[in-house]
């Protein structure tokens, strides 16, 4: 199968794993990012770099289409939005133009932050499924104070700054904890708050002057890049993506209407990030 054929098939997966867990589908975009690009022969800061901005790049396609898709079906969030994504653009900005001085995250680096935020989300979420089930009642919440969500934005600007992930990884599952509303709501505060950052940090790449040394044997229209943004990997992933995320919304939205649909989400999303994590230790990706 052809290369862009793989990543429209990839994109679409992305979108709907986006919708359905509102995480911003770069769960999807980041690993394969590493994958691909150490293929072609990237390497050391300059792959994490091009991991970073193109992974975010897509994830801002999916909040943006995300959070407009459930406005439209009636889920409204107010300023909450932006009192969640403001700190998360300004942090993930900051943190990403730290990373791109003297090269010092190397994909040793990312590959164990991105491990660490998978891991503890999957924790998180594996504690919660496991009370709810031992004692047959809802997991208990936390008062959500004036300063939560623009502190939880600011933390997950960081991460998403070093994963590449849109921070809905971290967002969804403490909105939870805190008692936000439904289901539907989170998801749709997440992708708010997802496309402010991952919106930010995408400008900021693109304006990054185009200076990376092309691989041995690479191809230099194959790398034609928009400072650190690759239009021949974004264009198939995001036409995948607006394929993928419309179905992924709608069965979630479904799921949400009910509390054994939500917990059934959890699960799922349990179960995913389970298979990221150990995709992510396979031999394909010894290289990154």
Known sequence: MDSWLWLLVFGVW?????????????????????????????QGSALVELVLSNSLALTLLTGVLGWGLWLRKGVKTGWDGFVLGLPSALTAVSMAHLVRQGGWYQPAGFRWVFGLMLGLVLFRNAHRLWTESRTGTLYPKRALSRLALPGLGAVAGVFSALSGLGGGAIMVPVLQRWGYRDQGAINALSMGSIALMAGA??????????DLTIPLGGNSREWVMVGRLIPAFLLPCAMGTLLGLI???????????????QRRLRWALLVFLVLVLGWMNRSCWSNF
């Open 14 to 42: 992305a979108g709907f794993l986006g919708g359905l867990f509102g995480v911003g589908g770069g769960i999807v975009y980041a690993p394969l990012l590493g994958w691909w690009l150490a293929g072609k022969g990237w």
């Open 247 to 261: 179905p992924g919304i709608a069965l979630a939205e479904s799921m949400s209407s009910s509390e054994l649909g």
């Open 201 to 210: 940090s995408t400008l900021y790449y693109a304006m990054i002057p185009s």
